[in-house]
């Protein structure tokens, strides 16, 4: 027998409903917040990523589904889903339209990770991604429409974190005193973190080895080094944050996976899910579409992980509304009655009716069993004498009661009852 890839999961057709809902919500969300819907190719050239995401990332440094297609490519699954966006955008010439571009996905994402709960190779994300506007009510509106999609699921006791990582000018002056602070013990760090110390000295708060965390700890914080034009803006967000009524913590420990974040970043933390409580992070990236050769656009976003919030609404007891279950059963009992039950399912379906008929050569009696487990609201038995008289006894399974019904009018009987 073939397994299935470690770190990947399917979903089965009796779990699809969970999916459903998560994926209408984001969907209703992002209509009220006026998100329009981008899809991208599931794998992109790996350049994309080594400049969109970053190479003092995990992401790029360890995690990557990088591979050469027969044409000598280098291609890359992609790893997240901003990357993608920023290359459409520019590609599209999408900053020259209507300003912001307010945009929204839902997409699998590749990561060569150590699987465990919450942690996958293969993920889902539903992000959103705003291009154009640098003013502080859209870094609170893409946090709002985060927590209104949390809101939705009814997911519950999840915390927002927020803190400003500043702009070039303020992080400079922060990465000398950081530098300046870890110098004496950067012997005792981790290979990356003495990458990082080069090439990305804030990226070392992100570090999860004990060693490291233990030397960055009480390390100077980047929130204490923001220019004027920096800690107003945190101070504008916090503002809008507090004028829609939603409690946040400034945690200045949130550096995020990404090299290009700029001023504010965020995450919605779950303590319900064990040590993968982040469902959702996001934040500020002034620098990205600059660096993916785009115009200077500011811009702002989040992904949110599926499986951590599947997780989190299964381990604490959060209902997913079960999808509909089938409105007729067509049960026939023999060949010509089979014929009939099969065009009367053909014409229910054809009126929206869910309809469902026996291709299992069932009994009568086990077909009405059937009908049963699979919930159908009536059940309808055909035989000789209903072909005679062209009606059915139609039987509402929740309480038994039975009404004879014309063939011709079945389904206006049963669109009634809904
Ligand atoms: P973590 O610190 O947990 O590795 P991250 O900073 O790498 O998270 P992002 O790149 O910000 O995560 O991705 C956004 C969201 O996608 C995360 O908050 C999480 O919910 C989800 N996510 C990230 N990586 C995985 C994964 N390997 N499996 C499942 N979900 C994931
Ligand atoms: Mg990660």
Same mark, same amino acid.
């Given at each position: 027998?073939? &397994?299935? =890839?470690?770190? *990947?999961?399917?979903?089965?057709?009796?779990?699809?409903?969970?999916w459903?809902?998560i994926e209408?919500a984001a969907r209703?969300i992002a209509?009220?917040?006026?998100l329009?819907e981008i899809r991208t190719?599931v794998?992109?050239?790996?350049?994309? @990523?080594?400049?969109?995401v970053?190479?003092?990332?995990?992401i790029?440094?360890?995690e990557?589904?990088?591979?050469?297609?027969? %044409?000598?490519?280098?291609?890359?699954l992609k790893p997240e889903g901003t990357a993608g966006a920023?290359?459409?955008?520019?590609?599209? %010439?999408?900053?020259?339209?209507?300003?912001?571009?307010?945009m929204y996905y839902i997409i699998p994402a590749f990561r060569?990770e +150590?699987?465990?709960?919450g942690r996958l190779r293969e993920f889902h994300q539903f992000g959103i991604e705003?291009?154009?506007?640098?003013?502080?009510?859209?870094?609170?509106?893409v946090?709002?429409a985060a927590?209104?999609f949390l809101?939705?699921?009814?997911?519950?006791?999840?915390?927002?974190?927020? &803190?400003?990582?500043?702009?070039?000018?303020?992080?400079?002056?922060?990465?000398?005193?950081?530098?300046?602070?870890?110098?004496?013990?950067?012997?005792?760090?981790?290979?990356?973190?003495?990458?990082?110390?080069?090439?990305?000295?804030?990226?070392?708060?992100?570090?999860?080895?004990?060693?490291?965390?233990?030397? *960055?700890?009480?390390? =100077?914080?980047?929130?204490?080094?923001?220019?004027?034009?920096?800690?107003?803006?945190?101070?504008?967000?916090?503002?809008?944050?507090?004028?829609?009524?939603?409690?946040?913590?400034?945690?200045?420990?949130?550096?995020?996976g990404l090299?290009?974040?700029?001023?504010?970043?965020?995450e919605f933390?779950?303590?319900?899910?064990?040590?993968q409580?982040t469902v959702c992070g996001g934040?500020?990236?002034? $620098?990205?579409?600059?660096?993916? $050769?785009?115009?200077?656009?500011?811009?702002?976003g989040f992904a949110a992980g599926i499986e951590r919030l599947i997780l989190?609404?299964?381990?604490?007891?959060? =209902?997913?509304?079960?999808? =509909?279950?089938?409105?007729?059963?067509?049960?026939?009992?023999?060949?010509?009655?089979?014929?009939?039950?099969?065009?009367?399912?053909?014409?229910?379906?054809?009126?929206?009716?869910?309809?469902?008929?026996?291709?299992?050569?069932?009994?009568?009696?086990?077909?009405?069993?059937?009908?049963?487990?699979?919930?159908?609201?009536?059940?309808?038995?055909?035989?000789?004498?209903?072909?005679?008289?062209?009606?059915? &006894?139609?039987? +509402?399974?929740?309480?038994?009661?039975?009404?004879?019904?014309? @063939?011709?009018?079945?389904?206006?009987?049963?669109?009634?009852?809904?």
């Open positions: 027998m073939i &397994n299935i =890839p470690k770190g *990947t999961k399917d979903v089965l057709p009796k779990d699809a409903y969970k459903h809902f209408n209703e209509e009220v917040y006026n329009k190719p794998f992109e050239h790996t350049e994309l @990523f080594l400049r969109g970053g190479d003092t990332t995990d790029v440094n360890k990557m589904y990088t591979f050469k297609d027969k %044409g000598d490519r280098s291609i890359t920023a290359r459409s955008f520019i590609e599209n %010439g999408m900053s020259s339209g209507v300003l912001p571009a307010k060569y +150590r699987p465990q709960a705003v291009y154009g506007s640098q003013s502080a009510d859209t870094d609170a509106e946090i709002f927590s209104s809101d939705k699921l009814g997911v519950k006791n999840v915390k927002l974190n927020i &803190n400003s990582i500043g702009c070039k000018t303020c992080r400079a002056e922060y990465n000398a005193a950081l530098k300046a602070y870890l110098e004496p013990d950067l012997d005792k760090m981790c290979p990356t973190c003495r990458e990082r110390y080069e090439k990305n000295p804030l990226r070392i708060l992100d570090c999860k080895e004990e060693g490291c965390k233990k030397i *960055t700890a009480k390390a =100077p914080r980047m929130i204490d080094y923001l220019c004027d034009g920096c800690r107003q803006h945190f101070e504008q967000v916090k503002s809008y944050l507090a004028a829609g009524g939603l409690e946040y913590t400034v945690d200045s420990g949130i550096v995020r090299d290009y974040y700029t001023k504010t970043v965020f933390v779950s303590e319900e899910i064990g040590a409580g934040g500020r990236y002034d $620098g990205l579409i600059q660096e993916l $050769g785009g115009s200077h656009t500011p811009a702002v989190l609404m299964e381990n604490t007891g959060i =209902p997913f509304p079960e999808e =509909p279950k089938p409105d007729v059963y067509f049960a026939g009992m023999d060949e010509d009655s089979r014929r009939t039950a099969f065009s009367l399912a053909l014409k229910a379906r054809a009126a929206g009716i869910a309809a469902e008929v026996d291709h299992m050569s069932r009994s009568v009696k086990a077909q009405f069993k059937y009908a049963d487990k699979i919930g159908a609201r009536y059940v309808a038995a055909i035989g000789s004498s209903e072909l005679e008289k062209g009606s059915v &006894n139609l039987k +509402r399974m929740s309480d038994g009661f039975t009404q004879e019904v014309k @063939f011709e009018d079945i389904n206006s009987y049963i669109l009634s009852g809904k």
